[in-house]
């Protein structure tokens, strides 16, 4: 929820400058024709149209506000980066397509990747003339991360990787894949985190084989990756050969950074939107409905204040993310939910029914790509609560 702030009163370089200038810049941009477009379930549309705007936002300075200026960043604080994201949300602006490579490849390159790898890619990243997409997932291990199979072994000066990747988001219009395979055996009796290497690897090349995967609202955003003998640099390692786990999960963790108050921003206008079709469809008077969008808005906003929190916080609380996970996702899916019920009260008009009928059945899938909620929760019980790990066939 933006704050609106007065333009005559804005002192130089403070936050309530800093929103206006976004705002200002966001009037101009924001054309009908990427307004509202793309967000889960709806990667396809507009896709040119989305490319363009975020190519507009990277001439702007803006895609990589949160880099450090040294790597062509504007360095922005975090107050300033939830800023952008909430006046994003609040115009209207589109889903992004470089949010895979600005916001988890950059910061990863930033903090883990060589001189030479930060050079190389890190200005097509900023200018988004590269596109990516994020090899981590697999058909036998799901969001046991550990337990991939993808093999690579290196051959001369060159990287020859065999698996199958899944899930895979955008990855019929990406240029690069980062890829977790291993390199190496788990030592006995040690993690079997040990051994995984992080690969940077090119999309556009004969050992790379896309399939789309199709959902229940008949798009196919995400897919299915087959790297028979596909290759790359042998200096396309980020961190070292067998060492990938620490540089993964820090990608993990620069996903759920500020952008995360930009997409909650989102989930509000959502709801604002079914509580307008619950008072055509009289939904709003019937008192458990009203009770449970009642409970919708209080909810979301415990969510937001304790993502705020978390985002603050030096050093944030241990297995924050994964926290915040399960409490989006809940959340969306609970609202997918009564918007059935919404709807089941009274005729919505063709286009919302067709908008909410979309958000249920994608919403589905929320508490399983990301990382399932079964794992979060033993994350949280393992390495927080101090329970006993959970026996794993």
Same mark, same amino acid.
């Given at each position: 929820?933006? #704050?609106?702030?007065?333009?005559?009163?804005?002192?130089?370089?403070?936050?309530? %400058? *800093?929103?206006?200038?976004?705002?200002?810049?966001?009037?101009?941009?924001?054309?009908?024709?990427?307004?509202?477009?793309?967000?889960?379930?709806?990667? @396809?549309? !507009?896709?040119?149209?989305?490319?363009?705007?975020?190519?507009?936002?990277? =001439?702007?300075?803006?895609?990589?506000? %949160?880099?450090?200026?040294? &790597?062509?960043?504007?360095?922005? @604080?975090?107050?300033?980066?939830?800023?952008?994201?909430?006046? $994003?949300?609040?115009?209207?602006?589109?889903?992004?397509?470089? &949010?895979?490579?600005?916001?988890?490849?950059?910061?990863?390159?930033?903090?883990?990747?060589?001189p030479e790898q930060r050079r190389r890619f890190l200005p097509a990243l900023a200018a988004v003339d590269e596109l990516w997409c994020q090899g981590?997932?697999?058909?036998? %291990?799901?969001?046991?991360?550990?337990?991939?199979?993808?093999? %690579?072994?290196?051959?001369?000066?060159?990287?020859?990787?065999?698996?199958?990747?899944?899930?895979?988001?955008?990855?019929? #219009?990406?240029?690069? $894949?980062?890829?977790?395979?291993?390199?190496?055996?788990?030592?006995?009796?040690?993690?079997?985190?040990?051994?995984?290497?992080?690969?940077?690897?090119?999309?556009? +090349?004969?050992?790379?084989?896309?399939?789309?995967?199709? +959902?229940?609202?008949?798009?196919?955003?995400?897919?299915?990756? *087959?790297?028979?003998?596909?290759?790359?640099?042998?200096?396309?390692?980020?961190?070292?050969?067998?060492?990938?786990?620490?540089?993964?999960? =820090?990608?993990?963790?620069?996903?759920?950074? =500020?952008?995360?108050?930009?997409? +909650?921003?989102?989930?509000?206008?959502?709801?604002?939107?079914?509580?307008? #079709?619950?008072?055509?469809?009289?939904? =709003?008077?019937?008192?458990?409905?009203?009770?449970?969008?009642?409970? !919708?808005?209080?909810?979301?906003?415990?969510?937001?204040?304790?993502?705020?929190?978390?985002?603050? !916080?030096?050093?944030?609380?241990?297995?924050?993310?994964?926290?915040?996970?399960?409490?989006?996702?809940?959340?969306?899916?609970?609202?997918?939910?009564?918007?059935?019920? #919404?709807?089941?009260?009274?005729?919505?008009?063709?286009?919302?029914?067709?908008?909410? +009928?979309?958000?249920?059945?994608?919403?589905?899938?929320?508490?399983?790509?990301?990382?399932?909620?079964?794992?979060?929760?033993?994350?949280? !019980?393992?390495?927080?609560?101090?329970?006993p790990r959970q026996a794993r066939g």
């Amino acid at each position: 929820m933006s #704050v609106r702030v007065s333009r005559e009163v804005a002192p130089v370089d403070s936050d309530e %400058a *800093f929103r206006i200038e976004i705002r200002d810049w966001l009037e101009r941009h924001v054309t009908d024709d990427v307004r509202g477009a793309g967000g889960p379930g709806r990667e @396809s549309e !507009a896709f040119e149209q989305r490319l363009a705007f975020a190519r507009r936002l990277a =001439a702007g300075g803006w895609t990589t506000l %949160a880099w450090p200026v040294a &790597h062509g960043g504007r360095g922005a @604080s975090l107050s300033r980066q939830v800023i952008f994201h909430e006046e $994003c949300a609040r115009s209207g602006a589109p889903s992004r397509v470089d &949010h895979i490579g600005t916001t988890m490849v950059g910061p990863t390159l930033i903090d883990h990747g060589s001189p030479e790898q930060r050079r190389r890619f890190l200005p097509a990243l900023a200018a988004v003339d590269e596109l990516w997409c994020q090899g981590y997932s697999e058909p036998g %291990a799901g969001s046991d991360l550990a337990g991939v199979t993808t093999r %690579a072994r290196l051959d001369g000066d060159r990287w020859v990787i065999t698996g199958q990747k899944v899930w895979t988001s955008l990855a019929h #219009v990406a240029d690069w $894949c980062f890829v977790l395979a291993r390199t190496a055996p788990a030592p006995p009796g040690g993690p079997r985190s040990a051994g995984l290497t992080y690969l940077l690897v090119p999309m556009r +090349q004969p050992g790379v084989t896309v399939r789309p995967i199709r +959902q229940l609202t008949g798009d196919s955003e995400f897919n299915e990756v *087959f790297l028979d003998d596909a290759v790359t640099e042998a200096g396309l390692v980020v961190g070292e050969p067998g060492r990938g786990w620490r540089v993964a999960m =820090a990608t993990l963790a620069y996903e759920r950074g =500020a952008a995360t108050v930009g997409q +909650q921003i989102g989930f509000q206008r959502d709801l604002d939107d079914l509580l307008a #079709v619950a008072r055509r469809t009289g939904a =709003a008077g019937d008192p458990a409905l009203r009770d449970r969008l009642t409970r !919708a808005w209080v909810d979301l906003s415990v969510l937001r204040a304790h993502t705020l929190r978390v985002l603050r !916080a030096d050093p944030p609380p241990p297995m924050s993310s994964s926290v915040i996970k399960l409490l989006w996702t809940r959340w969306r899916q609970g609202l997918g939910e009564l918007a059935m019920d #919404v709807l089941a009260a009274g005729d919505a008009g063709p286009e919302a029914t067709g908008r909410w +009928q979309r958000y249920f059945l994608f919403s589905r899938a929320d508490t399983i790509y990301g990382g399932s909620d079964e794992i979060q929760r033993g994350i949280i !019980a393992e390495r927080v609560l101090g329970l006993p790990r959970q026996a794993r066939g």
